[in-house]
């Protein structure tokens, strides 16, 4: 029983309590994942149960690979033989063994995202549905919905109000369509095989009995079909082992019920409870900075994550006039940890609430040479309505741009496809002109029927009018026009979901980076905010294997962890996002993502935010973040700010020393990395001076007394 050795007390009773239901509250960093490939082992070499008998569910790929490839190095290769792998490879399995029980036959296909959007947008057609009034995603998602809560199209209440109504016709439709195909969607595989087992009995004995022992990862992110499936399977033995924590649960929007960890003990009576609280990432201030936010929510079950990894450097607040020094605040401080504690790119993340905040970054980190990818995302500038937007302004400044013209001619569809763009191309060739010139010629394009030559006359009236209003518009406004003129923005604001929310926001945080190229005269302030995009992306190339600072989501960073994280954009409104203060229980859940986001730090936590940003096309003063108010002020260090956030806080050292070293103009220094230079500038920063360094090889750099590696010499 090696395998138990390292192991702490409560890893150890969570490996060992193998009979009855059993509920791991495991903490983030708390050794999850080798509780659960240990037990399996334990439960094969110490009790004999057979490792085709153990099932265990996880909820990516990812995480099945991983506990298998550590099963493997635990007992070799009879690792192999245990059913591991997510709820939809589970459930395929079954299916496919079960499918004539389900209707199925044993073939069936399993549809993607596109194929679903394909077969709702041929059922829209079907009932003349206006695909701007009633999106396919939207439809989509209220049917995923559904099925999470196992209500099938006969189920549907079609007598609520007309959205409904319209889902119930739709859902019952397209689920006709996927029968006759002999398909089945994501949400089918699970809803299914429930459906089966409840309704079957021999089938339910047979998989009861097939299963011993059903483990579950990532408990807290189960929807309600999840839940019923794994109850259903360990329904005869009751041995059901779930890890999860409740204050991890972000993904109420994709359906998880965070109910289903909190009564567990409800679900499945007499179960052991079980808390594992070391955490073995983090340093003690940042997991007692976590703990003092986390605290505040109600729906949890109390634990206060603890660690032998000792107090380590203070939770670092700072709070910028701006975006811009947010950013610049952000910039320097990797830049001198990598000076000081010798850092590389890769050991920094920088997480954010939404990826709109994302922009002011890519560009200081262009600035000061900073090497960063986009984790779970992509660049600002080559996200695809950015990209959209730019190619109609692109378009408005130059409409010979064919490249420009080819994108957006059909963004948003305007029924002018693929033969209709060959026999204009065809045209223009013929005669050397550009697309756009060719749409004054219309008459003459062979094979154009009235309805195609109607929608490119709209088109060219589109751009043309842009064009001839530019000298009353400002740059702000045009693109607002652009926006809203293109049907553009009607189309993303009907889908109603969480990524065209995103791209909305991407799309008014386009109007801050307008604003700052207004001067006057709009084409001309038109044309140099497009040669500044396309310099910027240009420039912007790397390796996505390089040694790069990693920038992210919050909810991209869940599993995730690094040395350094910085947190952005900590202000109210943004996070927590405002719709929290209209949402029931969405608080709360914005809370779990700051405990998420905190918790991925492992020896140093930054904590920014700015008293005024420009976002979303305004400017306006920000209030510092609620859960940034919460975190107990031991735990903190404060730079940047006018106001104390922390008023209890006193700082460590005299504002203006670094160590115990004031610094005045005319001061020779010694820098760890750029070598000797003096001191040019001396300016307040908080509770820091904010020094002006002169380099005779490095030229000027700016750096905070009390973050540098320098000395006076």
């Not at 079950?301 to 605040?329: C, D, H, I, M």
Request: glycine share 8%; charged share 25%; aromatic share 8%.
């Amino acid at each position: 029983m090696d395998y138990l050795h390292g192991l702490n007390p409560n890893q150890k009773l969570a490996v060992t309590t193998v009979q009855g239901p059993v509920l791991v509250v495991s903490g983030a960093g708390s050794g999850k994942t080798r509780v659960l490939t240990t037990r399996i082992a334990h439960l094969i070499q110490a009790h004999g149960v057979l490792p085709h008998r153990i099932a265990a569910v996880t909820f990516t790929n990812k995480a099945a690979q991983e506990m298998r490839d550590r099963l493997h190095t635990l007992i070799g290769p009879s690792a192999a033989q245990v059913v591991m792998g997510t709820f939809h490879s589970l459930c395929v399995r079954i299916l496919r063994a079960e499918a004539s029980y389900a209707g199925l036959g044993r073939d069936f296909q399993i549809f993607d995202d596109g194929e679903q959007q394909a077969v709702v947008r041929d059922v829209c057609r079907e009932l003349n549905l206006d695909p701007q009034r009633f999106p396919p995603k939207r439809l989509l998602a209220a049917i995923s919905r559904a099925k999470d809560e196992l209500i099938t199209p006969e189920e549907y209440p079609g007598g609520g109000d007309f959205w409904e109504q319209i889902v119930a016709k739709v859902y019952a439709r397209y689920q006709e369509k996927l029968v006759r195909s002999n398909a089945v969607d994501f949400d089918d595989l699970i809803m299914y095989v429930v459906r089966l087992l409840q309704s079957h009995p021999e089938v339910k004995r047979r998989y009861q009995e097939r299963f011993d022992h059903i483990l579950v990862d990532e408990y807290q992110d189960t929807n309600r079909a999840q839940y019923l499936l794994v109850r259903l399977l360990a329904e005869r033995t009751g041995n059901i082992c779930v890890v999860g924590d409740e204050d991890q649960s972000i993904y109420a929007f994709r359906g998880a019920d965070i109910r289903n960890i909190l009564e567990f003990e409800k679900d499945f009576p007499g179960a052991a409870i079980i808390k594992l609280e070391e955490n073995y990432r983090s340093t003690q201030n940042i997991l007692g900075a976590a703990n003092s936010v986390i605290q505040n929510n109600t729906e949890r079950k109390e634990k206060r994550l603890w660690t032998k990894r000792g107090a380590g450097s203070k939770v670092l607040f700072y709070q910028g006039g701006s975006e811009w020094e947010e950013a610049r605040f952000v910039a320097q401080s990797i830049q001198e940890l990598q000076g000081s504690e010798g850092r590389q790119f890769k050991d920094f993340a920088i997480l954010y609430r939404t990826h709109a905040l994302s922009r002011v970054l890519e560009e200081e980190f262009l600035r000061s040479g900073i090497p960063y990818r986009i984790v779970s995302g992509v660049r600002f500038y080559e996200r695809k309505e950015i990209k959209d937007l730019l190619a109609y302004l692109r378009l408005v400044h130059n409409p010979d741009n064919d490249l420009g013209f080819l994108r957006v001619v059909n963004t948003p569809r305007r029924g002018i496809g693929e033969t209709t763009l060959a026999r204009l191309s065809a045209y223009a060739q013929k005669f050397g002109i550009s697309l756009f010139a060719s749409l004054s010629y219309l008459e003459g394009v062979d094979g154009l029927t009235g309805k195609y030559i109607k929608a490119l006359e709209g088109f060219k009236a589109l751009v043309g009018g842009w064009r001839e209003r530019l000298a009353e518009l400002s740059l702000t406004q045009l693109v607002v026009a652009v926006l809203e003129e293109s049907g553009y923005l009607s189309e993303l604001q009907a889908q109603a979901d969480e990524e065209a929310q995103a791209r909305l926001e991407n799309l008014q945080e386009f109007l801050s980076l307008a604003q700052q190229f207004e001067t006057g005269s709009t084409l001309e302030d038109l044309g140099t905010l497009l040669e500044y995009v396309a310099l910027i992306s240009d420039v912007d190339t790397y390796d996505a294997q390089a040694n790069a600072v990693s920038m992210m989501t919050v909810h991209a960073s869940k599993g995730l962890e690094f040395p350094v994280v910085f947190i952005v954009g900590m202000e109210e409104g943004l996070f927590p996002h405002a719709r929290s203060a209209w949402e029931d229980g969405q608080l709360e859940e914005e809370r779990r993502l700051a405990y998420v986001a905190m918790t991925r730090a492992q020896d140093r936590l930054f904590l920014t935010c700015a008293r005024q940003r420009t976002l979303y096309g305004a400017t306006r003063p920000s209030a510092v973040s609620t859960f940034v108010r919460e975190i107990d002020p031991r735990y903190v260090e404060e730079q940047g700010s006018n106001l104390f956030v922390f008023p209890r806080f006193a700082p460590a050292e005299p504002a203006g020393t670094a160590g115990s070293q004031a610094f005045k103009v005319g001061d020779k220094v010694e820098h760890k990395v750029w070598g000797r230079g003096m001191v040019v500038a001396v300016n307040e920063s908080g509770s820091d001076l904010l020094l002006t360094i002169a380099f005779p090889e490095q030229g000027l750099k700016k750096v905070l007394a009390h973050l540098a590696p320098i000395t006076k010499v």
